[in-house]
């Protein structure tokens, strides 16, 4: 019988972190911990669990297919030691499912190699499978985890090859998520990790040519059934994780959605939410959703103060004044600002650079924390056959959000880029040292700042 193999791979570590980065996230830990006192870092191995698994396993039970889990992310990044158990724990034919980030790419395609040899069929996914080398592995995934992907693996299991996948149309789907992830080969994640991911929808409908997710073109909903089973299984497997991460790409893209969420936890309370959405989907319903639900956290993507190259990157946006009204709608309402800040991007100029620092400072009351990332052009973003001419790096190593560009910049020197995130991480540095001290819990006014409206 032909089976399925899932695998987690190991992350190579991260050799000669940035000194500055890494400073500016010691302080970004105390100042979240001590708003969120539950939260910790593992002391070894990951801080999420791979939400991917738990989805492929509910997939691949709908075929018929069976799975088993080898998580490798404890085992050194040789192709050799990972291949052992994976050809112990398979036979010819089975399907060997890997989803590797840029800088594990290459084990992943040794692995394929060595596991493709032996007869194993390997089925890469993830953001960087576009870049594997013609037959270095037996089929691409490069969409959403849906039924699409099952027939394809059902017709490799069966040796009729891999079927074509169709590119998605722009828009909300007619397809529905009617299946909730199973968490079994997750289980021994349970106490060890700090937080919970949960979808409500799959997508996103923006098209930000920065944007690793803007691929999908498409939200697909999860069915209100199906992501309260989820969430069932979560609080049997988890008990004890509380603080859940809200993974659409936009929250409020989709009023079903955040209805659903909303009619899941009213009667599941306990639970506090940090949640990630566009500026332009920040409206008065959002903000009362929001609290209704929990959230004592925002996540928002703020690239860069000028407006003008936001608009020749593809991200929509009504102008800087309309951002900070919305930021400060947020945090007025007792929510949290984080800043999704990202340099490094091609139209980044001296001047929007400056721009942007100078925004940050005037409005640091309104911002709490902020992820910091340096650009990498991925190949399932929009930018990247555009930029991959300029592209003079090709070592997957390198690839990595804390380290510089690795490709030519428009206007930019690779050199001075990096210089100008550099400044970015101190001016975000700046604001969390010098705001005032967080309590150690979230102010109980927060949660109820705004009146509820059922209409959400």
Known sequence: MITS?????????????????????????????????EYFIPSDGLWEMPLWVAHLTALLDTAGLGSSFQDLSRTPADA???CDPLLRATAPGDLVLLSPLA??????????????AAGRHVVLGGNMAPLAPEGSVHTVHRGQLDAGLVSRLVAIAEAQGGRTEKPPQRGLSAERITWAPDYRHLAGYGGKVPMLRLNASHGCLYQCAFCGDAWSKQLVLVERNALAAEVDELAARFPET??????????????EAVANLLRVFRERPGYRFIVQTHVMQVKDWIIDAMHELGVVAV???????????????????????????????????????VLNMMGGLD??????HAQTVSWLQDNSRALWLFNLYNFVPYPLTP???????????????????????????????????????????????????????????APESAAHARPAQESA
């Open 347 to 352: 139209e980044e100029t001296e001047a929007s």
């Open 383 to 441: 930018d990247f056959p555009r930029l991959r001419e300029r592209i003079f790096d090709w070592d997957y190593a390198h690839w990595r959000e804390d380290l510089p560009v690795v490709y030519r910049p428009r206007h930019l020197t690779p050199e001075r880029s990096w210089d100008l995130f550099q400044e970015k991480i101190a001016a975000a540095h700046r604001i969390v040292r010098t705001s005032a001290p967080e309590s150690a819990a």
């Open 299 to 337: 996540e928002l993507g703020f690239e860069s103060a000028d407006s003008q190259m936001l608009k020749r990157l593809g991200k929509l946006s009504r102008g800087l004044d309309d951002y900070t009204t919305k930021i400060h709608a947020l945090s007025d309402s007792g929510l949290k600002v």
């Open 242 to 255: 509380r603080l859940v991460y809200i993974g659409d790409k936009t929250f409020g893209q989709s009023r």
């Open 103 to 116: 800088q594990n790419f290459r084990l992943a395609l040794d692995i394929a190699g060595r596991l493709g």
């Open 5 to 37: 193999c899932i695998v987690q791979l190991p992350f190579p570590s991260t050799h000669d972190p940035d000194a500055r980065l890494s400073a500016y996230y010691e302080d970004y830990d105390r100042r979240f911990r001590a708003f969120l006192p």
């Open 80 to 82: 050799e030691a990972c």
